[in-house]
């Protein structure tokens, strides 16, 4: 792997650059570094984001040199070795599939010559890699998802998409965090809270993670649900803040 490119991003950040495709591999260097700066503790760094193919390193621009700092994320690239592939965690989310947990089910499998049930067979039978969260707040970017389910995005966006739900957009697939406008197809939903402000970490889910479908029945969903939402109502009597 050649050294990275490193760009200025505004007057407050650095991008450092791997490439410019969706790969796995390159995902795992832009990983490694992530890991490696973060154990470095680097003076006068802010933040560190990963993303598909780079790192965003932002910085207080009144105590930091941006060559500097260039400097310093070239020599940490250089020793940062490979990242262990056995350190990511797999994520078991389980899914409620089509009806009003996923209202476009029936379209994705007329799009792609399915039946309902064979894209719930394809979409629940591997495990995806989080790429990056982004868009909204935890919300992951998956990769993995088989070409033979994958379906274009709405003409139109909805104007809000339940949290939780899961949807398809051309060949990615991933899951809305918080409810918000979207125009991913949606094919089903989980009870699982992917992020919350009031616990730490916030987000589920974190770059490098794998996660893997499991579909439930409606039944299963609202009894999981309503787990989650006693556990919250739980934490929140026992710190005093809200949920």
């Known amino acids: 792997m050649t050294a990275p ?4 991003a505004g007057d407050a950040a650095l991008v450092v650059e791997f490439g410019d495709r969706v790969d796995p591999a390159l995902n795992r260097e832009v990983r ?3 890991r490696a700066a973060e154990r470095a503790a680097i003076p006068g760094v802010l933040d ?10 932002s910085y207080d621009p009144l105590t930091t040199d941006p060559d500097e700092l260039r400097e310093r994320l070239l020599e940490i690239d250089a020793e940062k070795g490979s990242l262990d592939p056995a350190a990511s965690r797999l994520v078991r989310v389980p899914t409620a599939y089509g009806g009003e947990f996923g209202p476009d089910l029936p379209f994705v499998a007329r799009h792609n010559g399915l039946t309902e049930a064979e894209v719930i067979e394809i979409h629940s039978g591997t495990d995806y890699l989080v790429y990056m969260l982004g868009f909204s ?9 088989s070409p033979r389910i994958a379906t274009p995005r709405l003409t139109t966006p909805r104007l809000a998409i339940p949290a939780g739900s899961v949807g398809i957009a051309q060949q990615q697939t991933g899951i809305y965090p918080v409810e918000s406008p979207g125009g991913w197809q949606l094919i089903g939903r989980t009870p699982l809270r ?12 974190e770059a490098g993670d794998s996660v893997r479908f499991v579909p439930i029945s409606p039944e299963e969903y609202f009894e999981i649900e309503r787990g989650v939402r006693s556990g919250l109502e739980a934490l929140a009597e026992g710190d005093g803040g809200a949920a």
């Open 5 to 8: 490119r490193i760009l200025l």
């Open 194 to 205: 992917l992020f919350d402000s009031g616990r730490q970490p916030p987000a589920l889910l």
């Open 48 to 57: 560190l984001v990963p993303t598909y193919r780079s790192l965003l390193v």
């Open 137 to 145: 707040p935890g919300f992951p970017y998956l990769g993995g998802m």
């Open 32 to 34: 490694a570094l992530w």
